[in-house]
């Protein structure tokens, strides 16, 4: 695909990728011909991702398959594609009996001004990736996970719920039924998978899947079927179309001596399907422990994210030494030493290696590895992308998190920072399980009384500078006090004071414990907030900034606005 991008950009024109629908062998000797791999119109939606912008499906008939070589790059390539670079494969083959190869297309090309880019194949494990070697992994032996590693996606079915002999239901594990399938079918086993309710305009519903392929020697069976328990899903499915996505296999088919031991082990399917879904457990199935570990606990309104009260805090439970013993630190969401608290010195006395995730312009040197995209609106977006890279999939489990770090660093999505890169990675998220009307619910709309009446005492406290192009509000040991909230009820207040009309620069002060405080920065346009945040140990985006001041609100305040007012004058 880096090939075809070059390609593009040379003789500048859209990318376009010519395939035969059907295969020329089902048209040629269809005997032989095996299910595909995957359907036309996956195939194009892959592709598109990968950046193609067109995807041709040409129709394979006799006709053309009696063209010559020259016929077919003349009347094919040459008039219908109006094609001006040419990009294939070593083994490329064309014309009636294949009389063509790379070599005669290579001629051709030159003939009509065309560039011919020859693409090697990829290697994995010392041997070829080849379509072949991904149907046995598939079909043969069932190992969807490794082929998933030669894959962009990992490999999906699809089929028609049709009704099965009821079971399922009656031991508690409902299954849909999928019939018509007309791709390769995975070797027979128990499979951890995605399951896809598909309507007319895309995905319905998304949830966890445990598969089974093959008959059901429990009950006498001995006919192969395809059944996928949906995990979560109370939607009717019958006679509707569900895709299937296969992650890993849990086991061989194999008979019970009873229903009660067979729901015993459907059981032990689920959870292990959950815990393959889930993004720490996605990292730890690739030999990794994994331990989440904060100076400070969760703020109480986002707890729910931590459903499995992963995240530990340093001096509850946690020793220095026990981080110490860690091969690596991620450092996720910040590159400055001021961001980490009591995790700083830890992690700076720690000789393990250290990576950082991060989309904050300004940061510290941490000693480490850097990734870091200033131009992402959110670091959670990183994560995504690194977990493409990784070929991981996302979880059920890992969507929900995912998509409350974007939405929050977005302002559920309202910051200019917002991209169309945004929307399709939360429709990814969404299409993993996200639930958005969940996650806003939790974050904005679950408010407590001591953190509305908090808010109120900040936006009376708002006291307006530079004819009112700077507002400042603040939260003192006094206001928390007489209301009861916390650090954390401060969240998002300072958007409502950069509402205020006229305001180009907002700033809220709060006293986190004596001597210290906490200022946030918002901007609106013309103010690049970062470099004053950054004159006090701070950093952030030009729109958006934070510092912990060592001093009281009123000189906060005063150092803050002197280095306002030269970033309007800059």
């Known amino acids: ?47 598109t991702k990968l950046g193609v912008d067109h995807v041709v499906a040409y129709p394979t008939d006799e006709a053309l398959l009696r063209l010559t070589a020259r016929e ?36 051709f090309a030159a003939e009509a001004g065309m560039s011919l880019d020859v693409v090697e194949p990829n290697s994995e494990g010392g041997e070829l990736v ?6 046995r992994l598939i079909g043969e032996t069932g190992d969807v996970g490794r082929a998933l590693t030669m894959l962009t996606a990992p490999y999906r079915i699809r089929g028609i719920v ?67 328990h949906l995990i979560g899903c109370d939607e009717t499915v019958y006679g509707r179309p ?21 729901v015993e082990q459907v059981k032990k399917d689920v959870a292990a399907t959950q815990t393959i879904l889930g993004l720490l457990y996605a990292l730890e199935s690739l030999g990794k ?45 910040t590159s400055a030493w001021g961001q980490l608290g009591a995790m700083a010195d830890v992690i700076r006395s720690s000789p393990a290696q250290r990576l950082v995730i991060d989309h904050h312009q300004s940061g510290d040197d941490l000693g480490a590895t850097v990734l870091k995209d200033d131009t992402a609106e959110a670091t959670g977006r990183l994560i995504v992308e690194a977990m493409d890279a990784l070929k991981v999939p996302i979880s059920p489990k890992a ?68 004819d009112g192009r700077v507002a400042f509000g603040q939260a003192t040991d006094e206001d928390f006090q007489a209301t009861g909230a916390a650090q954390a009820d401060t969240e998002d207040v300072v958007n409502r004071l950069l509402s205020v009309e006229g305001v180009e620069v907002a700033v809220l002060l709060a006293n986190m414990e004596p001597g ?43 150092a803050l606005l002197a280095a306002i007012v030269e970033q309007f004058h800059d």
Not at 4 to 20: E, K, L, M, Q
Not at 170 to 182: R, S, V
Not at 518 to 542: M, Q
């Open 130 to 135: 080849s379509s072949s070697r991904i149907r």
């Open 162 to 228: 049709t009704h099965g002999a009821g079971r399922g239901a009656k031991i508690g594990f409902p299954t849909a039924n999928l019939e018509g399938i007309d791709t390769i079918l995975p070797a027979e086993g128990v499979y951890a998978g995605v399951g896809r309710l598909v309507g007319r305009d895309g995905p319905m519903g998304v949830w966890p899947a445990a598969i089974n392929i093959g008959p059901n020697p429990t009950f006498g069976e001995v006919h192969a079927k395809v059944e996928a």
């Open 289 to 333: 422990r994994v331990r989440i570990i904060n100076a400070d606990a969760p703020p109480e309104h986002i707890r729910f994210i931590d459903v499995e009260g992963r995240v530990e805090v340093l001096g509850e439970g946690v020793t220095v030494e026990d981080v110490h013993q860690a091969d690596a630190h991620i450092v996720c969401d």
């Open 399 to 466: 969507a929900m998190p995912l998509f409350a770090a974007i939405a929050t660093d977005t302002g559920w999505f309202r910051f200019p920072s917002v991209t169309p890169i945004t929307y399709r990675t939360i429709a990814r998220l969404m299409e993993a399980g996200a639930n958005p009307t969940e996650l806003f619910q939790q974050l904005y709309d679950r408010n407590t009384a001591a953190r509305v009446r908090l808010h109120g005492r900040i936006m009376e406290s708002i006291a307006l500078e530079l």
């Open 1 to 47: 695909m880096a090939s075809i991008g070059a390609t593009r950009r040379s003789p500048s024109g859209p990318a376009v990728v010519f395939t035969f629908d059907p295969h020329p062998v089902r048209v040629l000797r269809p005997h032989e011909y095996p299910p595909p791999l995957t359907w036309t119109e996956r195939k194009a939606e892959l592709l």
């Open 72 to 107: 077919f790059f003349d009347l094919v390539l040459r008039e219908s594609m109006a094609a001006k670079a040419l990009v294939e494969g070593p083994n490329f083959f064309f014309g009636h009996n294949r009389e063509g190869d790379v070599a005669l297309l290579g001629k």
């Open 242 to 262: 569900v895709e299937v996505d296969f992650l890993d296999r849990l086991r061989n088919i194999r008979a019970f001596a009873s229903a009660d031991e067979l």
């Open 516 to 558: 210290l405080i906490k200022a946030s920065l918002r901007s609106r346009t013309i103010v690049d907030v970062r470099p004053v945040a950054e004159k006090f140990g701070g950093g952030g985006h030009a729109k958006a900034a934070g510092v912990r001041y060592r001093g009281t609100i009123a000189e906060a305040k005063a």
